[in-house]
């Protein structure tokens, strides 16, 4: 009965390196939403996937990020060549569905660390 | 326009006591959802309670409710009998639409502390 399972929970990288950011979704769900979150900010929206597929990315960086969700394993946020900037809590949630859904659940998040 | 706004950016409130945090949203798509979200310091985003636009009445969760005037386009948290264990940013968000699943828009939150 795991929830939205999202890891490493704290991540540390230096300038120029690749984060990679995990999240399993709640089992049977094939949507996972990707949000970030700015120091003493609401969450921003990034990008929606769905298995194989991405759904909206009209919240993404057009450069250095990249998501997937494939077919078997966790969904994925890749940041290439990390900056200050980028440090920031990211989440993740998913749905069993696209429609008008009554609960979205979020995983612990995680905390990048750009030094 | 900012699609959620929350006015207040921080509030304290006795214990016990009831205390409403402001929302109001922006949109023209008839279908839409509104959240809450609670965020202790641990970092956790804790799902409260859900408002759909058609609900004839307004929601309720145990000691939150959802004072939800559509004509003024407000959905207001209102946490009753306020524990210590309720200081923590508060978060309202609205889904747009009938296929956006869970792809929200936020507020900028709303800081409040219990004091004893």
């Known amino acids: 009965n795991a929830g939205v399972m999202q890891n490493p929970r704290h991540l540390v990288r230096r300038r120029g390196q690749e984060a990679r950011l995990r999240c399993s979704p709640v089992?049977?769900?094939?949507?996972v939403y990707w949000y970030r979150q700015l120091p003493e900010e609401g969450l921003k929206f990034m990008v929606y996937?769905?298995?194989?597929?991405?759904?909206?990315e009209s919240g993404m960086p057009k450069e250095r990020f990249s998501a997937e969700f494939p077919k078997e394993g966790p969904s994925i946020l890749r940041i290439q060549q990390v900056v200050r900037g980028d440090s920031a809590a990211y989440f993740c949630?998913?749905?069993?569905?696209?429609?008008?859904?009554?609960?979205?659940?979020f995983g612990q998040g995680t905390r990048l660390t750009v030094v | 326009a900012q699609k959620i706004t929350q006015t207040q950016p921080g509030m304290f409130v006795q214990e016990k006591e009831a205390v409403t945090l402001d929302c109001t949203y922006d949109?023209?798509?008839?279908?839409?959802?509104l959240f809450w979200y609670k965020q202790p310091s641990s970092g956790e985003m804790i799902f409260l309670i859900y408002?759909?636009?058609?609900?004839?009445q307004n929601a309720t969760e145990g000691r939150y409710s959802l004072n939800f005037q559509k004509a003024r386009k407000s959905a207001n948290l209102v946490i009753s009998a306020s524990q210590l264990g309720d200081s923590a940013m508060y978060f309202c968000?609205?889904?747009?639409?009938?296929?956006?699943?869970?792809?929200?828009?936020f507020g900028g939150g709303t800081r409040v502390l219990v004091k004893p």
């Open positions: 949109t023209s798509d008839p279908s839409y959802g």
């Open positions: 089992k049977g769900h094939s949507h």
């Open positions: 408002q759909g636009s058609y609900d004839q």
């Open positions: 949630a998913s749905s069993p569905r696209s429609g008008e859904n009554t609960e979205a659940f």
């Open positions: 996937l769905q298995k194989e597929n991405i759904i909206d």
């Open positions: 968000a609205m889904r747009e639409g009938r296929a956006a699943g869970n792809k929200l828009t």
